[in-house]
């Protein structure tokens, strides 16, 4: 890894300042940037780690919305977030213990992996991504593989999810990486029902319509026998085919559908 | 380069380190503490798993100045000073949970993690907690035996394979 400027500030202006720089990153839990950092795919001159502002990080309820702190860690969601239980499953489902004790939810979002899971659980339950300059609905968040609205230097300060009636994450875990080789996050709210894919998608993370249009009539996994999904819109690489995915994306959401009833 | 400081198995140790320098090689290589290793440097393997502020972390994924005034727990600080071993690291000798003895700092650091938040995990458990400690020689079977044991639970119970 090439070598860089460490900074550790104690509030989030300090790090917006330090961040508006040349070449200068947010550091979360270092999870994902620091192996890109020693294959030389990301060569920051000057790294602003958000571990030292303590406003970032935490879990708090009013009962109809969750909110997380942007760099509250995976594990902190799992053990905390018991308001919204299928989201603290998912986080407590990331990786492994040593991953989830220093991974964030902000740097999840951010680097918005098409394999990762919480983009789905943002896109599912129509999250609301808080950043130190405005407010992002999750449906506009999400642009494609690694790709996001944020701009350079915005952090994400917390993640607001509205609670919904019933939820369910289903991940089809990729065993080398365990990351989500398909993953599908169902969620009832009394509007109607949300589904966000992930692993799959050739764009991302991605919300199935006509699946919610289906169980938003009926909420069964029977309700989303008759649909189908295309392969060519699916990634394919070594780990299975696209229309393997499209196969998966319709048994995890039964799955998860049915882990609701 | 910036000197840190941090509390090592309770000793306060400092050194100085690069913005890139990862806590592994600041306590391999500064601090001379051999005992954490190295297997992948890809966040895979769990060889490198210390405690920082009693979380089990990969050092190969921490940046050394992360830890900065931190209090970290290795491998070294396990045994007695006098160098009688703990109850997981007595386990692992009595049930043979380790050949090679190249994951089994992970290992001990990542079962004395669990056993903190979780005294008495049952092998399930143990199995999922230690999904990112990947051992090449014993087929786990007998590491899993060993936690067990630690945890004063009877190993009968797990079927020999
Ligand atoms: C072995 C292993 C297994 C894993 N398994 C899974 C899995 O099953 N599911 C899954 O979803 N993920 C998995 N991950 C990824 C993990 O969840 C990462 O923690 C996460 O993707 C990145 O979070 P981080 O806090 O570590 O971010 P970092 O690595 O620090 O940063 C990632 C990117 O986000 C930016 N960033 C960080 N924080 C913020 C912020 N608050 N605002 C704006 N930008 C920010 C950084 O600048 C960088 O570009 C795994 C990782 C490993 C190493
Ligand atoms: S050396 Fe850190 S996980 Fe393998
Ligand atoms: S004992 Fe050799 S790798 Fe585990």
Redesign the interface.
């Known amino acids: 890894m090439y070598n860089f400027e460490f900074v550790k500030p104690a509030t989030v202006d300090e790090a917006i300042a330090a961040l508006r720089e040349e070449d200068a990153q947010a550091l979360g839990g270092g999870q994902t940037l620091l192996p890109t950092m020693k294959q030389r795919l990301a060569m920051p001159s000057k790294l602003v780690s958000l571990g030292g502002i303590a406003d970032l990080v935490g879990v708090s309820s009013d009962g109809a919305t969750l909110t997380l702190g942007g760099a509250t860690p995976h594990a902190v969601v799992a053990s905390n977030a018991g308001a919204y239980p299928a989201l603290a499953a998912l986080a407590g489902g990331i990786g492994d213990p040593a991953v989830r004790n220093r991974g964030t939810v902000g740097g999840s979002l951010a680097n918005n992996d098409p394999a990762a899971c919480y983009p789905s659980a943002a896109l599912a339950s129509g999250a609301t991504i808080v950043t130190n300059a405005r407010e992002i609905a999750a449906d506009d968040y999400f642009q494609g593989l690694f790709s996001t609205a944020l701009d350079e230097g915005e952090i994400i300060t917390a993640v607001r999810f509205p609670i919904p009636q019933r939820a369910n994450y289903q991940k089809f875990e990729q065993p080398a990486s365990r990351f989500a080789l398909v993953g599908v996050f169902v969620a009832q709210y009394a509007d109607g029902v949300r589904v966000a894919v992930t692993g799959a998608g050739n764009d991302g993370v991605f919300r199935w319509s006509e699946a919610e249009a289906a169980l938003s009539g009926s909420f069964t996994p029977d309700a989303v026998d008759g649909l189908s999904l295309s392969g060519d819109d699916m990634i394919g690489d070594l780990h299975g085919t696209g229309a393997y995915r499209a196969h998966l994306v319709k048994v995890m959401t039964k799955r998860a559908v049915a882990a609701c009833n | 380069m910036?000197k840190i400081t941090m509390t090592v198995n309770g000793k306060t140790r400092s050194g100085d380190a690069?913005?890139?320098t990862?806590l592994v090689q600041f306590l391999r290589d500064t601090l001379g503490l051999t005992g954490t290793h190295v297997g992948c440097?890809?966040?895979q393997c769990?060889a490198c798993?210390v405690h920082v502020n009693g979380?089990?972390?990969?050092s190969c994924?921490?940046?050394a100045?992360?830890a900065?005034g931190a209090d970290v727990s290795t491998i070294e600080g396990q045994a007695a000073p006098d160098g009688t071993l703990n109850a997981i690291q007595q386990a692992f000798q009595d049930h043979h949970g380790l050949q090679c003895g190249f994951c089994t700092p992970g290992m001990v650091m990542?079962a004395a993690?669990?056993l903190k938040d979780n005294p008495k995990p049952t092998e399930t458990e143990i199995r999922h907690?230690l999904?990112?400690?990947i051992c090449r020689c014993t087929g786990y079977h007998n590491i899993v035996k060993a936690i067990m044991a630690a945890s004063g639970q009877d190993v009968g119970a797990i079927a020999a394979e």
């Not at chain 2, 979380?55 to 990969?58: G, L």
């Open positions: 910036t690069e913005g890139r990862l440097d890809t966040s769990g798993v979380k089990a972390v990969k994924t921490m940046l100045a992360e900065d990542s993690a669990l907690y999904e990112g400690n």
